[in-house]
Nanobody, 127 residues
Framework: QLQLVESGGGLVQPGGSLRLSCAAS????????IGWFRQAPGKEREGLSC????????NYRDSVKGRFTISRDNAKNTVYLQMNSLKPEDTAVYYC????????????????????WGQGTLVTVSS
C-alpha cells in the first residue's frame, strides 16, 4: 500500500519540543517534495514548511520560522519536522504530503495536486 505515515505527535507543555516523522510506505520519497501542514479545530488547513526532493531547498511560513526545522533522510525514506518553543496555538493535527512535481513555495502550501497525504498526527500544546 502506497502511503505516508506520520508519527511523533502527543501532549507537550508550552515551550517544549516534539519531532514529527513522515515515513513513506510502498514508494521512495527521493523524488518528492514533501511538506508539513496542520489543521486546528475550526480553522482552515495551513501549510507550514516544505523541503525539496534532495533536501537542498527548504521553506517556512512566518508562523513557524525560527521554531520549526524540516529535514529529510532519504536513506530512511523519512522526512522530519523538529518543533521547538511550542505554543498553545500550535495545537493541531499535523499532516505531511508529497508532490513528485512540486516546488517549495506559496502554491505548494495550498495543498492542491498532492500525490500523497498522511493520516495526520495530533499535537497538543497545553500546561
Amino acid at each position: 500500500q502506497l502511503q505516508l505515515v506520520e508519527s511523533g505527535g502527543g501532549l507537550v507543555q508550552p515551550g517544549g519540543s516534539l519531532r514529527l516523522s513522515c515515513a513513506a510506505s510502498g514508494f521512495t520519497l527521493d523524488y518528492y517534495t514533501i511538506g508539513w501542514f496542520r489543521q486546528a479545530p475550526g480553522k482552515e488547513r495551513e501549510g507550514l514548511s516544505c523541503i525539496s526532493s534532495r533536501g537542498g531547498s527548504t521553506n517556512y511560513r512566518d508562523s513557524v520560522k525560527g521554531r520549526f526545522t524540516i529535514s529529510r533522510d532519504n536513506a530512511k525514506n523519512t522526512v522530519y519536522l523538529q518543533m521547538n518553543s511550542l505554543k498553545p496555538e500550535d495545537t493541531a493535527v499535523y499532516y505531511c504530503a508529497g508532490d513528485r512535481n512540486g516546488l517549495c513555495g506559496s502554491y505548494f502550501y495550498t495543498g492542491k495536486g498532492m500525490d500523497y497525504w498522511g493520516q495526520g498526527t495530533l499535537v497538543t500544546v497545553s500546561s
